[in-house]
């Protein structure tokens, strides 16, 4: 018995590192390795943005009703919301799961990048 315990894990452990993939990349050399630069562990990949065009204050038609921007900001992903009109420059966005006739639309807000500032409804 105290064969079949000891012989059991070993044959299990066999069997896991033979299913192993062998490395699909060839080794560095040893001393490559020891003098070799790191590749940076944070790249910029963005340069400096320019500045949005402002919201427009007023009430703006978009589909079959009129819209205004409100004081209410949000913070959301972009997967969170499609595109739907463009206004003077301003890209008009609305919920992804949201269709027309929608409950709200979102404008990116220009002061702070990644949120999203809301237009209601009007008449």
């Known amino acids: 018995?105290?064969?079949?315990?000891?012989?059991?894990?070993?044959?299990?452990?066999?069997?896991?590192?033979?299913?192993?993939?062998?490395?699909?990349?060839?080794?560095?050399?040893?001393?490559?390795?020891?003098y070799r630069e790191p590749k940076p562990l944070v790249e910029q990949v963005m340069g400096p943005v320019e500045p949005a065009p402002p919201?427009?204050?007023?009430?703006?038609?978009?589909?079959?009703?009129?819209?205004?921007?409100s004081a209410a900001e949000y913070a959301l992903p972009t997967s969170f919301?499609?595109?739907?009109?463009?206004?003077?420059?301003?890209?008009?966005h609305s919920l992804s799961w949201d269709r027309e006739p929608f409950d709200r639309l979102l404008a990116p807000a220009p002061a702070s990048p990644g949120n999203w500032v809301e237009f209601l409804e009007v008449y």
């Open 1 to 34: 018995m105290r064969f079949v315990r000891t012989v059991g894990p070993l044959a299990v452990a066999a069997i896991a590192l033979g299913a192993c993939e062998p490395a699909k990349y060839a080794l560095m050399p040893l001393e490559e390795a020891k």
């Open 81 to 92: 919301v499609r595109p739907v009109a463009t206004l003077d420059g301003v890209m008009v």
């Open 55 to 69: 919201i427009p204050a007023t009430p703006v038609r978009i589909g079959n009703a009129f819209w205004i921007a």
